[in-house]
Nanobody
C-alpha cells in the first residue's frame, strides 16, 4: 500500500556527510513508521534509524546514534536520514522501509515489522 523510494546515496570521504531521502507514496502520512536499514555485502541487515509519522518518535541503532539524524516532512511525505561523521564501516546499501503501524521504539529495529521496502541506495565511504 505504501511505495518508498530512496535517493541521495553516493561516495563520500571519511568524516564527511550525506543526506538520504525516502519518498513515500500511496497514502497520506497520518500514521505508521518509516525505518532505515543498511546491508553490506556478506553482512546481516542492520537497523539504522526509524521515525513515526505521528509525533516523530525516533529510534537509532547503536552504531549510528549521535552521528545520524532521522527526520520527517509530513507535508512532502519524505523521511530524511542525515548521516554525519561517516566512516568506511558505514559503507552499505541503505534501504527505506515502511510499516503501517505506529511502532514502539523497541520494535522499530525489527525488519519483520516493515511491509514495504525500497530498492536501496548505495553509500560508499572511502578516501
Amino acid at each position: 500500500q505504501v511505495q518508498v523510494e530512496e535517493s541521495g546515496g553516493g561516495w563520500v570521504q571519511p568524516g564527511g556527510s550525506l543526506r538520504l531521502s525516502c519518498q513515500a507514496a500511496g497514502r497520506t502520512p497520518s500514521s505508521g513508521t518509516v525505518g532505515w536499514f543498511r546491508q553490506a555485502p556478506g553482512m546481516e541487515r542492520e537497523f539504522v534509524a526509524a521515525i513515526r509519522w505521528s509525533g516523530g518518535i525516533t529510534s537509532y541503532g547503536r552504531s549510528v546514534k549521535y552521528r545520524f539524524d532521522i527526520s520527517r516532512d509530513n507535508a512532502k511525505n519524505i523521511v530524511s536520514l542525515q548521516m554525519n561523521s561517516l566512516q568506511p564501516e558505514d559503507t552499505a546499501a541503505y534501504y527505506c522501509a515502511a510499516s503501517p503501524r505506529n511502532l514502539i521504539t523497541g520494535r522499530m529495529g525489527s525488519t519483520d515489522e516493515y511491509d514495504w521496502w525500497g530498492q536501496g541506495t548505495q553509500v560508499t565511504v572511502s578516501s
